[in-house]
T-cell receptor, first 112, second 118 residues
């Protein structure tokens, strides 16, 4: 079982729709990242959060530490939002270093 | 634009060969992490370097090795390439205030190097 599970795996929406992508994790974390990856590979960090909620433009990320769950919301979706959205949790290893453990990603396609 | 660059963008190698991938971090970032992303999968942590020392390693064999230099550049070396090493290799830089502390800033990812092993 993956330490980080995302749902759905694939999501198709019409322009303007409200979108939610979910992430559940099974380990204790120090922070959670939401990342966006476009075709070709480049990854952009959207949010890093350890509690509560963050908002940036049309993007909102929430995290519930007790339930080990985070959501990424996109309001008024647009075709340019089409990308793979990846949830990654920041773990502190036994040796004291940190590493990101990634979900498999959610492929979002927004049609005009 | 994250300020993190990687070279080359694409690379084709033959099984058994050796490869060096390069990453240039954001200025001032003391930590670089390397990830391997197979097609259709999320990235997997290879290792992390903090102030030029390996500071954590994922489940990758010793033929994956790295270096970090004082000028914010770093390398990932893979020896004895195998077909399964074909993947996108990503580096990410961050500023960590102290090794092992949960107080790192956001990680900034490079565009990746696509390695194909034939």
């Amino acid at each position: 079982k993956n330490e980080v599970e995302q749902s759905p795996q694939n999501l198709t929406a019409q322009e303007g729709e409200f979108i939610t992508i979910n992430c559940s994790y099974s380990v204790g974390i120090s922070a959670l990242h939401w990342l966006q990856q476009h075709p070709g590979g480049g990854i952009v960090s959207l949010f890093m959060l350890s509690s509560g909620k963050k908002k940036h433009g049309r993007l909102i990320a929430t995290i519930n530490i007790q339930e080990k769950h985070s959501s990424l919301h996109i309001t008024a979706s647009h075709p340019r939002d089409s990308a793979v959205y990846i949830c990654a949790v920041l773990l502190i290893t036994q040796g004291g270093s940190e590493k990101l453990v990634f979900g498999k990603g959610t492929k979002l396609t927004v049609n005009p | 634009e994250t300020g993190v660059t990687q070279s080359p963008t694409h690379l084709i190698k033959t099984r058994g060969q050796q490869v060096t991938l390069r990453c240039s971090s954001q200025s001032g970032h003391n930590t670089v992490s390397w990830y391997q992303q197979a097609l259709g999968q999320g990235p997997q942590f290879i290792f992390q370097y903090y102030r030029e020392e390996e500071n954590g390693r994922g489940n990758f064999p010793p033929r994956f090795s790295g270096l970090q230099f004082p000028n914010y550049s770093s390398e990932l070396n893979v020896n004895a390439l195998e077909l399964d090493d074909s993947a996108l290799y990503l580096c990410a830089s961050s500023l960590v205030l102290r090794a092992g502390g949960p107080d790192s800033y956001e990680q900034y990812f490079g565009p990746g190097t696509r390695l194909t092993v034939t």
